[in-house]
T-cell receptor, first 109, second 115 residues
Framework: EDQVTQSPEALRLQEGESSSLNCSYTVSGLRGLFWYRQDPGKGPEFLFTLYSAGEEKEKERLKATLTKKESFLHITAPKPEDSATYLC??????????FGQGTTLQVKP | DTAVSQTPKYLVTQMGNDKSIKCEQN?????MYWYKQDSKKFLKIMFSYNNKELIINETVPNRFSPKSPDKAHLNLHINSLELGDSAVYFC??????????????FGPGTRLTVT
């Protein structure tokens, strides 16, 4: 069964303190791995798609990487506005998007 | 603005009632979805429609019935509401690309509270 596990569940950082969020997955025939950001009371906002091991994508202070078993979302010098829940999801040959439970990030000034 | 929109934003109703949530996308996408997000913020797919045709139907009680009048709209009707139906429901859309995969764009959510 396709499964996605994110860690940690919650992360508190000081502004400027870099860190990484982990997304471990088991899926039969990975077609893509997605990262989303969700702010309280809003829908998930698309950040990145990664297709194959070794691929990396960047956007501002965020960098996503992918291996055959996991993905990392690296946050460099975070700011308070980066506070949100970050969701990882995978899609396989079934076409369904399977989400992890998310990591709630809080960045304190 | 191009977006996925849902109405209503909040829905409070009593057990046993029937209610509908509407979703519209003006992104020109051909596939639409309904997701349920529980109190632990876990998002799970319920249904998927491609060009008005049902393609994914997860293990959802048959009290839930999606309806797609055209490829820009996917509504969710819920009969005989139960306390356990309380959650946030998200609509999403995507454009299928040959070779895929395709990112999904989400609406703002509808918070359903059943009392």
């Amino acid at each position: 069964e396709d499964q996605v596990t994110q860690s940690p569940e919650a992360l508190r950082l000081q502004e400027g303190e870099s860190s990484s969020l982990n997304c471990s997955y088991t899926v039969s025939g990975l077609r893509g791995l997605f990262w989303y950001r969700q702010d309280p009371g809003k829908g998930p906002e698309f950040l990145f798609t990664l297709y194959s091991a070794g691929e990396e994508k960047e956007k501002e202070r965020l960098k996503a990487t992918l291996t055959k078993k996991e993905s990392f979302l690296h946050i460099t010098a975070p700011k308070p506005e980066d506070s949100a829940t970050y969701l990882c999801a995978v899609t396989s040959n079934t076409g369904k998007l399977i989400f992890g439970q998310g990591t709630t990030l809080q960045v304190k000034p | 603005d191009t977006a996925v929109s849902q109405t209503p934003k909040y829905l409070v109703t009593q057990m046993g009632n029937d209610k509908s949530i509407k979703c519209e996308q003006n992104l020109g996408h051909d596939t639409m979805y309904w997701y349920k997000q529980d109190s632990k913020k876990f998002l799970k797919i319920m249904f998927s429609y491609n060009n008005k045709e049902l393609i994914i139907n997860e293990t959802v009680p048959n009290r839930f019935s999606p309806k797609s009048p055209d490829k820009a709209h996917l509504n969710l009707h819920i009969n005989s509401l139960e306390l356990g139906d309380s959650a946030v429901y998200f609509c999403a859309s995507s454009q299928e690309v040959p070779g895929g995969p395709y990112e999904q764009y989400f609406g703002p959510g509808t918070r359903l509270t059943v009392t």
